[in-house]
């Protein structure tokens, strides 16, 4: 069984077309993303798509002009379906990590995963804040650099430096399939703080 697990961040109609730099940025990503999300499958990893669905009742959900986008059952909230296979799983979020408030570890550890590569939308929010809590865990995490996506380039430039030099492994999807093709495994990062 494997001990590898992609997840996925807010790769959600609503926050996707929020506005067209979000557009662009997944548009462009798309490609890859999915060829990348394909190879993981084929090599029979887990993929589990973390799906953010707002409580009404939370007075920091962002809300686009009064209207609280990604609310349970409706459409804008679904994980956009071309990133989607019937084998992947969707776990419900309320905030930006997976793992807040969340069954997502316990689902993990059901699995024996150990390593997860931490993918989506946008980099310096959810996809910063699980890569953390994941390391707070004890897992080993990885982020192929170009199966991120944020509305800024700046904004994705300065989570990747920060999560390399903290407590992720930082390197393409394409370098990631390799390791995997050639090791059977994702080694884990030697942390060295200055």
């Not at 730099?21 to 973390?50: K, M, N, Q, S, Y």
């Not at 969707?90 to 069954?103: H, L, N, R």
């Not at 390593?115 to 192929?144: E, H, K, S």
């Amino acid at each position: 069984m494997s001990k590898i697990a992609v997840l996925t961040n807010d790769l959600q109609y609503e926050l996707v077309e929020k506005n067209p730099e979000r557009v662009a940025a997944v548009t462009a990503a798309t490609p890859h993303f999915t060829a990348f999300l394909d190879g993981i499958r084929r090599r029979g990893h887990h993929v589990f798509h973390l799906q953010l669905v707002n409580d009404p009742d939370d007075p920091n959900a962002e809300r686009y002009d009064g209207y609280l986008p990604v609310q349970k059952g409706t459409h804008g909230a679904e994980v956009i379906t071309e990133f989607v296979a019937p084998e992947d799983v969707v776990v419900e979020k309320a905030k930006d990590s997976g793992f807040y408030e969340t069954d997502l570890h316990d689902r993990l550890q059901a699995l024996g995963v150990d390593t997860v590569l931490i993918t989506g939308m946008q980099t310096q929010i959810c996809v910063q804040t699980t890569a953390a809590d994941a390391f707070f865990r004890g897992y080993n995490v990885w982020v192929p650099s170009d199966c991120v996506v944020s509305a800024r380039p700046e904004d994705r430039d300065r989570s990747l430096e920060w999560l390399a030099g903290y407590c992720a492994t930082v390197v393409t999807s394409d370098e990631v399939l390799a390791v995997l093709d050639e090791q059977g495994a994702l080694p884990r990062k030697v942390i060295k703080t200055p």
